[in-house]
């Protein structure tokens, strides 16, 4: 396992580390974590080995991932998601600055979210109704801080909308790619 990291953080909006239940292990997808922070020009995170997939989204600025499909940038309202088996990097760009959300997250269905998203070769989804992705995102947060009976199951619900929204509207990116 490889994790090198340089947390040169500006801010920190939320960090919101999270251990489903012991009954929660069979359920398609897993949060692990979520958390909101700007980072600074000298950020960057190397990781390989990972048993989590890792989504990305970026508010402001920009971030540059290298990983086995080559490197790309992520702009302003993107979304990337990683292979944390594979080796990746991901740094803050050319702005200085990264203001992004993270959440990690497993489970038996992962791998095919993943696969299923990078298949048309875009890594970065360019998201025209942030806003939804960012109120799923919020609702996730959400429930993690809830005690609720049945937040895994909630939780792996509001992941799944979040995921297959953010594939929908990659496959409308390609029907009809920007001008």
């Not at 980072?39 to 508010?59: C, S």
Request: net charge negative; glycine share 10%; aromatic share 10%.
């Amino acid at each position: 396992m490889l994790l090198n990291y340089n947390i040169d953080l500006i801010k920190e909006y939320y960090v919101c580390p999270y251990n489903p239940s012991a009954s929660a292990g069979d359920l398609p997808l897993l949060v692990e974590g979520m958390a909101r922070c700007r980072y600074g020009p000298q950020y960057f995170t190397e990781r390989e080995g990972m048993d989590t997939y890792l989504l990305l989204y970026t508010h402001e600025g920009e971030g540059v991932i290298d990983g086995p499909d080559g490197m790309y940038t992520t702009m302003p309202g993107t979304v990337a998601i990683l292979d944390g088996k594979t080796y990746h990097r991901y740094q803050t760009g050319q702005t200085g600055y990264w203001d992004m959300s993270w959440i990690h997250f497993r489970g038996i269905c992962a791998g095919a979210y993943h696969r299923h998203m990078v298949a048309g070769g875009e890594h970065a989804i360019s998201m025209t109704s942030s806003s939804i992705f960012l109120e799923e995102l919020d609702r996730i947060r959400q429930l993690m801080d809830g005690n609720l009976e049945i937040r895994d199951v909630q939780i792996t619900r509001e992941l799944t909308q979040l995921l297959v929204g953010t594939m929908e509207e990659g496959r409308r990116e390609e029907e009809h790619p920007p001008l």
